[in-house]
């Protein structure tokens, strides 16, 4: 609604458009709230002659679409770095659109920056030695510190045989370095669940997207008459779906009614507890999680639902620190907003977003070459546990 105002009076003069957007702005956010929120107002007030000083002293001519947006954004920021200004359609001014090219990284935040999560195989920024853990310090000009992750996912995507400049800090070694890397279109990863049986040992791999399809078909190769055998759940390179998603999965595991995690908010009052729904569920064999940095989101509240419980035993490296709980809220036929309403929280009230989740068995890095380290571990685990039985 404010871009569509600011977009119909450019050819008009500030000194008409602040009042006006002023008057907009506190229509849409003070309707049955001015009561409840003290100093709003005066806060408006501030934005206006903010906005008028920029309009009438900077030393370039200024778009006030893009001036509001770029408040709308910080705002949120403040907020959260996973809170989002969304374009329904298109791009809009400050924000682009998703291109159908990309470099091909999946983002995240920890404080202070944004870093990769993980990198799709074959990708533009894969084949440039980028890794999952390096740390994105600016994209062109822009530092990470000052964007949402999401405005970062989509300044590096675009048209095929575009190129961005992103300085990166390789997490290994420390290097920084800037590399200029040409956009080129990719395919996501469909979801994919792959199922293998070797020595007596399930193993379950999920892949691309996590999606309530994968989960019926797990559930119906789990409801089989063999199916009660030692597993091991590789949860790497995870991190697409929603969170919520992730506890559905755990809840294939866990037995009807148990706690398994809680929605809080940044002071650690819950907000809500989820419990495992009745149902079948999978049970009378150990269970090994593997995770990593490449963890995220739906395989973090997975894990930490499998562990806070006691139904499996985690293994791996820490897990990468995203499972914030969001909705979209639709502002006009122009934005949505999508907004943070919580963070996941373990039995002793760790916020997974804040650092991860520490694997119980952290894995040995081996001495033989072309030996998986985590897997070893893993099925070391399962040895053990059987050994205890």
């Not at 770029?70 to 001014?93: D, F, I, Q, R």
């Not at 159908?100 to 995240?108: H, Q």
């Not at 995770?291 to 995220?296: E, L, P, Q």
């Not at 989740?357 to 685990?381: F, G, H, K, S």
Request: hydrophobic share 40%; charged share 20%; net charge negative.
């Amino acid at each position: 609604m404010i871009r569509r105002m600011v977009t119909k009076m450019r050819k008009h003069t500030y000194v008409i458009l602040v009042p006006v957007l002023t008057i907009l702005l506190c229509w849409t956010l003070l309707t049955d709230a001015t009561e409840s929120q003290p100093g709003t107002l005066e806060y408006l007030e501030l934005f206006s002659q903010c906005f008028e000083l920029v309009q009438s002293r900077y030393l370039e001519e200024t778009d006030p679409g893009i001036l509001a947006e770029g408040a709308v954004e910080g705002m949120l920021l403040a907020t959260s770095p996973y809170a989002a200004l969304l374009p329904k359609s298109g791009s809009s001014g400050l924000i682009p659109a998703y291109g159908p090219a990309s470099l091909g990284m999946v983002l995240g935040f920890r404080d202070p920056m944004i870093h990769v999560i993980d990198l799709l195989p074959g990708s533009p920024a894969e084949e440039k030695g980028i890794l999952p853990g390096d740390v994105l310090i600016r994209i062109g000009d822009q530092v990470t510190p000052y964007l949402t992750v999401d405005r970062a996912s989509r300044m590096i995507t675009g048209t095929p045989g575009e190129t961005r400049t992103i300085f990166i800090q390789h997490h290994l070694t420390g290097e920084l370095i800037e590399e200029d890397i040409e956009l080129r279109s990719l395919d996501i990863p469909a979801p994919e669940l792959h199922i293998s049986v070797t020595e007596g040992v399930r193993v379950i791999r999920l892949t691309g997207e996590l999606t309530a399809s994968v989960l019926d078909r797990l559930t119906a190769e789990l409801s089989s008459p063999d199916s009660i055998r030692p597993t091991i759940l590789d949860l790497r390179h995870l991190n697409l779906g929603s969170e919520a998603i992730g506890l559905k999965l755990a809840d294939i595991f866990i037995e009807d009614g148990h706690p398994m995690l809680d929605l809080c908010r940044s002071d650690d009052q819950i907000i809500s507890e989820f419990r495992s729904e009745d149902g079948q569920y999978m049970s009378g064999f150990p269970l090994v999680v593997i995770i990593d940095r490449t963890s995220a989101g739906p395989a973090e509240t997975c894990a930490m639902a499998l562990k806070s419980t006691g139904r499996a035993i985690v293994t791996g490296d820490p897990s990468f620190g995203r499972a914030v709980s969001r909705e979209i809220q639709s502002l006009d036929d122009t934005f949505d907003v999508l907004m943070v309403t919580g963070f996941y929280c373990g039995a002793d009230g760790h916020k997974i977003n804040e650092s991860g989740i520490e694997p119980d068995v952290p894995v040995v890095l081996p001495v033989l070459e072309n030996i998986d380290p985590y897997m070893d571990t893993a099925l070391n685990q399962l040895e053990m546990m059987k050994d205890t039985a």
